[in-house]
């Protein structure tokens, strides 16, 4: 009995002794990988873009403008593009004019947008995944505009428009319909620099054809 206790107990000092250095080469083996984060590639991509939309320019008191749209936007990555659109605008008065006349008042003579060429440099930092209603797969992105261009004003009854130069800053989503169509949802605030600095806000829905896209 005393040997076998004996060798007992020198067999729990052996393992006592060598259980840090197994320790040590268990946490050397373990090697460390920092933060994992599962990202996956945007599996809709542009590369040249068309896009036919309808512009409304809701700011002005005395008359609403909705304007076709058309634009082009080549898509150097999948974060930078350039945009180029352009627009013309249909003008319907709200009958606030004639509100003031009626009241004795004669309200200063204002101007309309009729037609604005705009150039944008688009950054979209933001690709978006999702579920709709839990039974489909929702893309999309969100991105941000900053450029400018010139708007054509007209005088209130007359044929007779000025340019002015006007830079832009605006906001967008766009949702994937395919990877060829797409939904847009534009804002752009622009500031025509002219005697007043007048503002003019422009949102716009459209519907784009994506070609040439990388794979």
């Known amino acids: 009995m005393p040997n076998a206790r004996s060798a007992g107990l020198g067999l729990l000092a052996i393992c006592c002794a060598l259980a840090p250095s197994l320790a040590a080469r268990a946490d050397d083996e373990v090697e460390d990988y920092g933060q994992v ?12 873009e068309l896009e036919l939309a309808v512009a409304l320019l809701p700011e002005d008191a005395f008359y609403k403008g909705v304007a076709p749209e058309l634009s082009y936007t080549f898509h150097f990555t999948d974060s930078w593009s350039f945009e180029a659109r352009g627009a013309y605008s249909v003008d319907f008065d709200t009958g606030l004019k004639q509100q003031l006349l009626e009241l004795g008042t004669q309200p200063t003579a204002f101007q309309e947008t009729r037609l604005f060429i705009t150039g944008d440099v688009v950054w979209s930092p933001i690709y978006i995944k999702g579920t709709l209603t839990n039974r489909s797969v929702m893309h999309g992105e969100i991105y941000f505009a900053l450029g400018g261009g010139a708007f054509e004003e007209v005088a209130t009854g007359s044929n007779l428009g000025n340019f002015y130069p006007a830079p832009n800053l605006g906001v967008g989503i766009r949702f994937f319909l395919s990877k060829i169509w797409s939904l847009r949802l534009d804002v752009r605030d622009n500031v025509l620099i002219d005697q007043n ?19």
């Open 37 to 48: 984060a599962a990202i996956q590639n945007r599996e809709y991509r542009m590369g040249q």
């Open 197 to 215: 600095f007048d503002n003019v806000l422009d949102a716009s829905l459209g519907i784009s054809v994506n070609f040439f896209a990388p794979e």
